[in-house]
């Protein structure tokens, strides 16, 4: 039982232009969800994250939106640079359930100079 | 500072064998975390301690696999006869606080790659 979607397992983006990743999710009582980013032979570093209380949450570049009614976030980068390509896991967690994240199955970006 | 070091990087072995996979912690950090990866997948949760104690082991597969933490920092995760579907990338991450608390960022070491033939 995938709680946690990413459907996309790929998207390809030209440098300079807006990469838009999704993320769907079942669990209503998820109440923070995150995004991390991985490459290669590295572990997931944190990204970006949102409480269920905010519907957008923005940190330079990155921004997150969250629409509970429809169990949807997604992450945008804009402007999408080459370093930005590695493969993006949103994650959700619930409150009383420590700090245990449920991952989406990554979506992998890559930007093209 | 150090990241979140795991030991070791790579382990082969053969089906029925026993592993042992090391996580190192930040330095301070109260909580520790152990997931799987599989190719293709996110990760998987396994366990979850704060300090010396598995808050919660409910991602644990089955009783080939357990995870110790002994006096609060350096963590082993052991598994038993093991058998070609465990073949995996572990990972451990660490954060400063745990209990839930929805600030506190989980890092991440690079892994052990598990591969049983």
């Known amino acids: 039982d995938q709680q946690v979607k990413q459907n996309s397992p790929s998207l390809s983006v030209q440098e300079g232009r807006i990469s838009i990743l999704n993320c769907d999710y079942t669990?209503?009582?998820?109440?923070?969800f995150l995004w991390y980013k991985k490459y290669p032979a590295e572990g997931p570093t944190f990204l970006i994250s949102?409480?269920?209380?905010?519907d957008k949450n923005e940190d330079g570049r990155f921004t997150v939106f969250l629409n509970k009614s429809a169990k949807h976030l997604s992450l945008h980068i804009v402007p999408s640079q080459p370093g930005d390509s590695a493969v993006y896991f949103c994650?959700?967690?619930?409150?009383?359930?420590?700090?245990?994240?449920?991952f989406g199955q990554g979506t992998e970006l890559s930007v093209k100079p | 500072g150090a990241g979140v070091s795991q030991t070791p990087s790579n382990k082969v072995t053969e089906k029925g064998k026993y592993v042992e996979l090391r996580c190192d912690p930040i330095?301070?950090?109260?909580?520790l975390y152990w997931y799987r990866q599989s190719l293709g997948q996110g990760p998987e949760f396994l366990i979850y301690?704060?300090?010396?104690?598995?808050?919660?082991d409910s991602g644990l597969p089955n009783d080939r696999f357990f995870a110790v933490r002994p006096e609060g920092s350096v963590s082993t995760l052991k598994i038993q006869r093991t058998e070609r579907g465990d073949s995996a990338v572990y990972l451990c991450?660490?954060?400063?606080?745990?209990?839930?608390?929805?600030?506190?960022?989980?890092?991440f070491g690079p892994g052990t790659r598990l591969t049983v033939l």
């Open positions: 991450a660490s954060s400063l606080v745990g209990q839930g608390v929805r600030t506190d960022t989980q890092y």
């Open positions: 669990n209503s009582m998820f109440d923070y």
């Open positions: 949102i409480s269920s209380i905010k």
């Open positions: 994650a959700a967690s619930f409150y009383n359930q420590g700090g245990k994240l449920i």
């Open positions: 330095s301070g950090h109260t909580a």
């Open positions: 301690f704060q300090g010396t104690g598995a808050a919660d």
